[in-house]
């Protein structure tokens, strides 16, 4: 049978414009196409070569403006350096080659070094590392493996039956490459390439180079501007495909390189302003407008999460260029409203400038009050939500069946925590458009408020596009208002996901074209109840029983100023004074009571409002009082006064459970809300379809509880699941006593079908004596009193610890003014910093969260402008930064025992809070490595103190109490934490009551204290000293001193100052011999290296490294010394020391002082035996045209070394180093490499990382060469990386 196709692609649904009206608009108004209006997308960077933003449609540049607000694309270029042979040498050691055409009229050149992954996206750096990897390691890599394996192979063939030394160590050194390769391919980890950056003035400008070659190859690299200067941008190669663009600042000391740090934000300014000449029906709403791009994502802290900093930037660079519209498609929760540093600046731009900020209201729904800031908790803001519509359904989703237009079902609810509805309009919230380059996709399909809040800007910029060209006057007041008032319900949404409705372009322009230079279009109307926005009653202490509720409610008119000139001020004070509007007040339910006139000026006026609360039903009621001018009602209301009421479920209910039955299609919902019983502490919901005509349901079950200046995350819950029909789904969460609990469960708006679905929802709990509970390792016994208060309960009480949380305050703080270029907020005044630095010591590897709680838990209502720290090591090699919700976000990594710097960054107009702040504190969490301490936990005292019988399973009765006890930790138990406990360290965990349910834990932190040591019984440990006498005691500490004085003094001197000690004392202490060869040991590796060099010979000054006859001297002399003591009996006696060796129990009574005297000599032979081999070793390695062969040979010095193997071990990290130059001298190369890796435990000095270069390269492994070369850059940069 022959089948249809259908050809004609539903495109329009790909973007969507026609459900706003845009495409009407531009239909009829073609010239209004966003051209004239400047959008700031303030997201995570935009590709300038992403298709569709190259030109608007007159031809001029799409994307004017590239900025990095973040801080993490800068590079410190303060060191100046001067050309010399048409070169110069670049932070990485490269030399780098001037073009002849580059025009630098002062020689001057600023120099800093960056790493490509601190600039790449996530995704990107995931692709490049298996693509370097394959290009750059796999393939060279595997050849070696292949060779080492087949020599291994010829190497077991070829086993003489008795191996000279010289041949057992050749078989080691062909396994030890084996190994060496599997370790090196099993611990590889690229750190990409790493650019070497030029910056200088070329008589009229600052530009720009990075070297992208990383040969110093700079004719193949690209010159740059500042990006606003001349619109230039380049990509770093065609592996990554990752263009960028560069600005510089502080007369070249910063230079700025530009990149995006994911999709996302090219995506959300395609969707706004895309042109696409040849496609228009992919183009963007607002195909002519143009697009200033503003990162505001810190790739340092994951590439997904906005800093405040940042966004503090971003806002004071949209005034300084006079943006007509921003998009944040970014946000996060608050716990207040319209605060903070952020607030300020956005009321700023809105109210003093005249910008229109939109922002997504997040994509936390179903459940109420879920909407994020900054859109939906500011009120100079406009919050959108995500609207889908079977247009969308078709051509984005592919579905089979469309269904009814909606909001998405994860868009985020209102109302906001203070009473405003959150969400003030919705908008298309999914599109397939132009992704960067580095995708190597061209377009995606993304969903989310991030993509509908874009959307509505583009819809904004058609209606200022239209009112600019036509002239007519407008205010960021008059188009929020008319943007509300025209707004198109859509009835299959609720207003809380919905807003005031669907944003209709066409509705609004000609709403503005009808209704302007009226008396309040520049005036807003800032509603006020109780501090709140709007009334919001939802908790049971909001209702009061058996009463009507009366509010206050506080009309502020505001006028807005919009960058007024003098002249205009006088103009706008006349209409402050003429301010006068007569207003009719309406409301559409009968439970509200309010006045129905108001005559409003500029001033706060207020009025009464009575609620009647006990007559609603059980659910969540919304209304609205609406203000008209009464002599113009058309124009729509001039400010609305929100009311949400939530009025809770009955509590009479059987066993403190709710039940409920629900038949759902697409996207429908049903919301209940319940009072949390006293006593309660977690909940149960039980989830069962009982009927669906397809397969599986997708179900959501979103649970939230509010708690007073809290966040809804903090006692939120939420299922997203498939559903089987019959098959009972069931999850717990904690919840809070005597608040309301929203339960919302919906079907997935695209999962299609009908599903019949019971549900319900127990509530569980014992409440114990404190919450959260806290032990003191000083208490012995801890009791805590246990009640229940819904049922009787059995509890099995067990406590347990993960982690350890250290308290560590700044060893420094630095306050200082930030850069005038970037840092100045519109009146001019300048910002300061409080860098503080926090150092501490890890004993041991370990994972570390830090987090500087004072303010990691707020981000958008912080006063501040920023907290973001850095995690450095003590060579300055970054490896972590965070900001804002550190535990949320999981800022942590492992670090290896050493000493470590936190970096933090506060940023504040008023120096006096920062010298306020600059000693607070930060936290630093650590996980314990191994199983979590617990606490023995007792039923009663008596077993506690005796540590007798364990409690088992209590039964507690109804409203009854029962007591338990915990013991302290044994300090056995305390030795695996990764830092040295101190005080304000404690432990964090969690009591758990109920078996099996983790959701009834409850918080649990224990105080440590310093671990006790007992000292041992005197009488039986004597002091290794006392057998000696004071005299003896005297002249040994003499010898001990004068000694120290040979490393002092210049090598004559020194030789003179050791053959009158040893003239002396001869060989009764070994410490002016071990002075002497270390001093010896310095001059001959000194002349070595000089030898090496090929330096010529000179006249040896004091200082002057020996040469010739003198270092031959010097060699001469150091092998007297060491043989008369390791080859002399006479002068050490050996036989002696390995005699006590060889003996396990002394039991003579002065066994003490004699153990302590024979391990001394055994440490001071060892050492000489080591200084010995070290330096014959060197000697052999180290070309060199000296006549040794009667000191220096490999016999001699194998012979020598198994001598040294009777008095320690080749593992002995005391002889480590000699180990590894007594392996490189005996050709063993590989071996010297993995006894470097095995003694230093992954704590390398740059000095060793640069032996490790020079091995690898001899033994001609020249990708592991390269590699380590470039780790070395990042491992020891010249500074700190800046913020």
Not at 566 to 587: G, H, N, P, R, Y
Not at 952 to 963: A, D, E, F, H, R
Not at 1019 to 1024: G, L, P, T
Not at 1145 to 1155: L, P
Request: proline share 4%; with cysteine; hydrophobic share 35%.
């Amino acid at each position: 049978m022959a089948c249809s196709i259908d050809t004609d692609f539903p495109t329009h649904g790909l973007l969507p414009k026609k459900e706003t009206g845009a495409i009407n608009f531009l239909t009829k108004y073609p010239d209004f196409n966003g051209d004239g209006v400047t959008i700031a997308i303030l997201d995570t960077g935009v590709d300038p070569a992403a298709k569709g933003l190259q030109e608007t449609p007159n031809g001029e540049t799409k994307v004017i403006d590239l900025y990095d607000a973040s801080g993490s694309g800068d590079v410190d270029t303060s060191t100046v350096v001067e050309a010399k042979d048409g070169e110069i040498t670049g932070l990485s050691g490269r030399k780098l080659k001037i073009p002849g055409d580059w025009n630098n009229p002062s020689g001057k050149y600023h120099i800093g070094i960056k790493s490509a992954y601190s600039l790449c996206p996530r995704p990107l750096k995931s692709r490049l590392k298996d693509e370097r990897k394959k290009q750059l390691w796999t393939r060279p890599h595997n050849q070696l493996v292949s060779q080492a394996m087949k020599d291994k192979s010829e190497s077991e063939k070829n086993k003489p039956a008795k191996p000279s030394e010289t041949e057992k160590l050749a078989k080691s050194e062909v396994d030890a490459k084996v190994e060496l390769l599997s370790s090196l391919a099993d611990k590889y980890e690229d750190c990409g390439p790493v650019y070497d950056c030029v910056v200088f003035h070329d008589g009229n400008t600052w530009r720009a180079c990075v070297d992208t070659s990383e040969t110093g190859d700079l004719i193949s690299c690209q010159l740059m501007a500042s990006y606003h200067e001349e619109h230039q941008f380049t990509r770093f190669s065609n592996l990554d495909m990752l263009n960028f663009s560069v600005n510089i600042y502080q007369d070249g000391n910063i230079l700025e390189i530009c990149t995006n740090s994911g999709s996302h934000g090219t995506h959300v300014a395609c969707i706004s302003a895309a042109y696409h000449p040849d496609n228009p029906q992919r183009n963007g709403v607002a195909p002519g407008a143009k697009i200033v791009a503003i990162k505001i994502s810190d790739i340092r802290t994951g590439g997904n999460e906005e800093t405040s900093s940042a966004i503090v930037r971003a806002m004071l660079r949209v005034i300084q260029l006079k943006c007509d519209v921003v998009n944040v498609s970014f946000g996060e929760t608050a716990k207040w409203n319209n605060d903070g540093r952020v607030a300020e600046l956005v009321s700023q731009a809105v109210n003093n400038h005249g910008i229109l900020f939109l922002s997504s209201a997040g994509n936390s729904g179903p459940a109420l009050t879920t909407v994020g800031a900054p859109g939906c908790t500011i009120s100079a803001g406009i919050g959108v939500g995500a609207y889908v519509s079977p247009d969308m359904m078709v051509a984005e989703y592919s579905m089979r069946e469309k269904v009814p237009h909606n909001t998405y079902t994860w868009s985020s609810r209102g109302p906001a925590n203070d009473g405003a509805l959150g969400v003030t309009i919705s908008a298309p919230g999914g599109a397939i458009t132009s992704v960067p380059d580095w995708n190597l996709c061209g377009q995606e399909m993304m969903n989310g408020t991030s993509m509908s809040s874009p959307n509505a800007t583009g819809c904004m910029a058609l209606v200022l596009s239209g009112l600019k060209k036509r002239g007519i006057p407008y205010s960021t007041a008059s188009a929020k208002r008319a943007l509300i008032n025209t707004a198109k319900n859509v009835e299959s949404a609720d207003i809380f996901s919905l807003g005031h409705g669907l944003f209709q372009v066409d509705k609004m322009f000609e709403h503005m074209s009808e209704h302007h230079s009226l008396p309040e279009d520049f005036v807003t109307f800032n509603v006020s109840v109780n501090g709140g926005r709007g009334i919001y009653l939802r908790e049971p202490s909001d209702m009061l029983v058996g009463k009507l509720q009366t509010y206050t409610v506080v009309i502020t008119p505001t006028f807005v100023t919009n960058n007024l000139e003098d002249a205009e001020e006088l103009k706008q004070k006349k209409e402050k004074i003429a301010f006068q509007v007569s207003l009719a007040l309406t409301c559409g339910d009968t439970w509200v009571s309010i006045p129905t006139h108001l005559e409003i000026m500029n001033t706060s006026r207020q009025f009464s409002v009575k609620l009647d609360v006990e007559s609603l039903q059980p659910g969540a009621h919304f209304t609205e009082i609406l203000a008209y001018d009464v002599n113009c009602i058309e124009k729509g209301p001039l400010f609305r006064v929100p009311i949400t009421v939530v009025r809770p479920e009955s509590e009479s209910c059987v066993d403190h459970q709710h039940s409920w039955k629900a038949s759902l299609n697409s996207g429908e919902m049903r919301r209940h809300f319940v009072t949390v019983p006293s006593g309660a502490t977690c909940a149960t919901v039980r989830i069962m379809t009982t009927k669906s005509s397809e397969p599986n349901a997708i179900l959501c079950m979103h649970s939230v509880l509010l708690t007073p200046k809290g966040i809804f995350q903090d006692y939120e819950h939420e299922t997203f699941a498939l559903f089987s029909t019959g098959v009972e789904e069931l999850c717990s969460f904690p919840v809070k006593e005597n608040l309301t609990l929203e339960v919302c469960l919906a079907k997935y708006w695209s999962n299609l079908g009908h599903t019949d679905v019971e549900y319900s929802i127990q509530f569980h709990g014992v409440t114990v004596s404190g919450s959260p509970v806290v032990i003191h390792a000083g208490s012995s016994v801890t009791q805590l009193d246990v009640s229940s208060l819904l049922r009787r309960q059995k509890i099995a009480p067990s406590v347990s610890f993960n982690q350890l949380v250290q308290t560590v305050r700044p060893s420094k703080a630095t306050i200082e003014p930030l850069s005038t270029t970037r840092d100045t907020t519109p009146d001019g005044t300048n910002l300061f910093s409080c860098i503080m630095e926090y150092t501490f010591k890890m004993v041991k590897s370990g994972d570390v969260n830090p987090d500087f709680s004072l303010l990691s838990d707020i981000l958008y209502e912080n006063p501040l402008e920023s907290q973001f720290w850095m995690l450095f090591d003590e060579h300055k090699q970054h490896l972590l930064s965070g900001d804002a919700y550190t535990q949320r976000y999981g800022y942590k990594c492992k670090l290896n025992a050493g000493e470590y710097t936190i970096r933090l960054h506060l940023r504040y107009t008023d120096t006096k809070l920062l010298e306020k702040l600059k000693k607070s504190p930060m936290l630093l969490r650590h996980s314990l490595s191994s199983a979590p301490l617990s606490l023995s936990v007792y039923s009663e005292q008596k077993e506690a103190i005796l540590g007798g019988k364990s409690a088992g399973v209590i039964s507690i009765p109804l409203k009854g109490i029962k007591s338990i006890f915990f013991t302290s930790i044994p300090d056995e138990k305390l030795k695996q934490f990764p830092v040295t406990v101190t005080a304000g360290c404690y432990l964090r965990g969690s009591l758990t009551l109920i078996k099996d349910n983790a959701a009834a834990s409850i918080p649990a932190e224990y105080v440590l204290s310093d671990t006790c040591t007992l000292s041992g019984d005197s009488s039986k440990d004597k002091s290794a000293n006392e057998d000696k006498d004071k005299m003896t005691e005297y002249k040994e500490a003499q010898l001990r001193l004068s000694s120290q004085w040979i490393s002092k003094f210049k090598i004559a001197e020194a030789l003179e100052l050791y053959k009158k000690l040893v003239g002396d004392n001869g060989y009764t202490s070994l410490a002016p011999h071990l002075a002497i060869l270390n001093s010896l040991a310095k001059e001959i590796e000194s002349g070595l290296e000089k030898v090496k060099a090929g330096a010529e010979a000179a006249p040896t000054t004091a200082d002057a490294a020996p040469t010739g006859d003198q270092l031959q001297g010097y060699i001469h002399e150091f092998f007297k010394i060491t043989n008369s003591i390791i080859h002399c009996d006479d002068n050490v006696n050996k036989a002696e020391l390995l005699t006590f060796m060889g003996v396990k129990n002394d039991d003579s009574d002065n066994s003490a002082a004699r153990k302590s005297e024979m391990n001394k000599r055994k440490k001071d032979l060892v050492e000489t035996y080591s200084v010995h081999l070290a330096t014959m070793s060197l000697l052999i390695y180290t070309p060199n045209s000296l006549d040794l062969a009667d000191l220096v040979s490999l016999p001699i010095l194998q012979k020598d070394f198994k001598e040294l193997l009777k008095f320690t071990d080749a593992s002995d990290k005391s002889i480590s180093k000699t180990y590894i130059k007594y392996l490189r001298a005996n050709g063993c190369v590989a071996m010297a490499i993995s006894q470097i890796n095995k003694s230093l435990d992954g704590s390398k000095s740059k000095e060793i990382e640069n032996l490790l270069v020079q091995l690898y390269g001899e033994l001609g492994w020249t990708h592991v060469e390269s590699h380590l070369k470039d780790w070395i850059l990042l491992k020891f940069p010249p500074s700190y990386t800046l913020f």
